[in-house]
């Protein structure tokens, strides 16, 4: 099956929530989001029309792009939040160039191996990599320590560690582990 990778509309936010709250009930979500199915189910329908708002092509601090398949159905999701050395940090450590952070990705379980993964990632870095000045320098993004399966994928796609490590917030002695791609020269 052929998807169509795009930006959503910001009138796409009843979407968004949807296949955010599907993230959020997988059985891994635990170890792969920062957040919780049941304090995003409470959110109000204005915080979703603001995020999905914020990361439409008219937002400027972040871009969520999904896999469309031909019914219309999203299949996947990927965020990119840009990070500037002076923005408040959000999560992780302080960004030190201009560089844009990957977070919320999910892909259903039923389109797993067909490649929307590897299409998402290809979309979002060269979103990234065509930002304007200042030039962003890398993409990053954090993985819990087990979650092996999306580590590999991270690894396979191009990321590497960079060292960093955060601690998973109320998760005693749990990290997250920072891999970078860096712009290529030229």
């Not at 099956?1 to 009138?11: E, G, H, K, P, V």
């Not at 840009?82 to 379980?109: L, M, W």
Request: negative net charge; aromatic residues 10%.
């Amino acid at each position: 099956m052929s998807y169509l990778i795009r930006t959503i509309r910001a009138d796409e936010w009843e979407r968004c929530r949807e296949i955010r709250l599907a993230s959020l009930q997988d059985p891994v979500a635990k170890i792969a989001f920062l957040d919780t199915y049941e304090d995003a189910v409470k959110r109000p329908d204005s915080f979703w029309r603001e995020r999905a708002e914020g990361a439409s092509e008219s937002g400027t601090s972040a871009r969520q792009f999904v896999a469309e398949a031909p019914d219309g159905s999203w299949a996947g999701s990927i965020t990119l939040l840009v990070e500037r050395p002076s923005d408040e940090v959000r999560f992780g450590e302080p960004a030190k160039v201009d560089q844009t952070h990957i977070v919320g990705v999910y892909v259903r379980p039923e389109a797993r191996g067909t490649g929307v993964i590897d299409a998402l990632f290809r979309a979002g870095v060269e979103w990234s990599w065509s930002l304007p000045e200042p030039v962003i320098r890398r993409v990053r993004l954090y993985v819990h320590e087990d979650n092996a399966r999306a580590a590999a994928f991270y690894r396979r796609f191009g990321f590497v560690e960079t060292g960093e490590r955060v601690a998973v917030p109320g998760d005693d002695g749990a990290r997250e582990v920072e891999y970078e791609v860096l712009r290529p020269a030229g």
